[in-house]
């Protein structure tokens, strides 16, 4: 029996349920098209593995300024924080000089108490007699041999008290704490 279909007949060769052929033109194509994609990928992570690398040297660079731009500032800050204890530190130095207590003119050596505390029948460890508060005047009698530890006597409430008070309670001259003569 013949074929129903003529190869002449291209009604039936080209209807929407004809028989599909390929051909050299289709593989082509196919061919053509499979590069296409495959040139485009490879475009496009070239493409995204430079802009990778072009935000990181961005980063590096921004980074880098940006702690060349810290570390000067920083100094600078800390070199004006310096400079203003320097004069603060200046400035209650020389009221401290100033209001530091000398020889008197009868050749008593005196002390001003810095911070009040305890008054001592014996260095360090004696047995508490009193306190002085913080602004008294004493005169100061002498001093262990570590010079830690000062024998002071002042007036209070009409009674003269003598004991051992530490240096850390006084504010004292150098040059007057240099005339106080070291205990036996």
């Known amino acids: ?16 349920r004809a028989p ?3 051909g050299p033109l289709r593989a082509l194509a196919n061919i053509l ?9 490879g475009a496009g992570s070239v493409f995204a593995i430079n802009l990778r690398e072009q935000r990181y040297a961005q ?10 731009t810290a570390f000067p500032l920083r100094t600078a800050t800390a070199q004006a924080q310096l400079s ?5 530190v200046a400035a209650l ?17 005196t002390a001003r108490v810095f911070n009040g505390g305890n008054v001592r029948a014996a260095p360090i460890s004696g047995q508490r007699l009193d306190q002085v508060s913080a602004g008294e005047i004493v005169q100061v009698l002498e001093k262990n041999r570590g010079g830690t530890w ?3 006597t002042y007036g209070r409430d009409g009674q003269t008290i003598t004991g051992w008070v530490s240096k850390t309670l006084l504010t ?10 070291v205990s036996p």
Request: aromatic letters at 4%; glycine letters at 2%; zero cysteines.
């Open 20 to 22: 599909r052929r390929g």
């Open 172 to 181: 004292i001259d150098v040059a007057v704490e240099q005339q106080v003569p």
């Open 33 to 41: 098209i499979a590069i296409l994609i495959l040139a485009l990928v």
């Open 84 to 88: 203003a204890t320097q004069t603060i």
């Open 150 to 152: 000062f024998k002071v």
């Open 59 to 68: 980063a590096v660079a921004t980074a880098t300024s940006a702690a060349a």
């Open 1 to 16: 029996m013949p074929s129903k279909t003529r190869p002449d007949d291209w009604d039936q060769l080209f209807a929407p």
């Open 93 to 109: 130095t020389s009221t401290a000089v100033a209001k530091q207590p000398t020889a008197t003119p009868q050749g008593l050596l």
